[in-house]
């Protein structure tokens, strides 16, 4: 079982930035794709990027792409969100996931990103 805790999410002004943080608790080869997903209340989680752990592979969804920078720390089992230039439509819950080679999911609790002035 792997469990992911994130942090830095808060609140921020539009036009500001935030860094956000998964810490995996333990190192596993088994895991392949470490990603964050969003969901704002009343809509469905959306991917925002994912990264491949070993190649560093990065996909981001086009709401973010050229804002938002995803990247890896292997040796600190932690996968970063470098979240620029943010606006009212990227508040939302943040969400890290991570999936192992097996097929399996796991989720971290969440941590609320709120954009406002």
């Known amino acids: 079982q792997v469990q992911l805790v994130e942090s830095g999410g808060g609140l921020v002004q539009p036009g500001g930035s935030l860094r956000l943080s998964c810490a995996a608790s333990?190192?596993?080869?088994?895991?392949?794709?470490m990603g964050w997903y969003r969901q704002a209340p009343g809509k469905q989680r959306d991917l925002v990027a994912i990264?491949?752990?070993?190649?560093?592979?990065?996909n981001y969804a086009d709401s973010v792409k050229g804002r938002f920078t995803i990247s890896r720390d292997n040796s600190k089992n932690t996968v970063y969100l470098q979240m620029k230039s943010l606006n009212a439509e990227d508040a939302a819950v943040y969400y890290c996931?991570?999936?192992?080679?097996?097929?399996?999911?796991?989720w971290g609790q969440g941590t609320q990103v709120t954009v406002s002035s």
């Open positions: 996931s991570a999936r192992d080679i097996a097929g399996g999911t796991y």
């Open positions: 990264i491949t752990i070993t190649g560093g592979s990065t």
């Open positions: 333990r190192s596993s080869r088994s895991i392949i794709v």
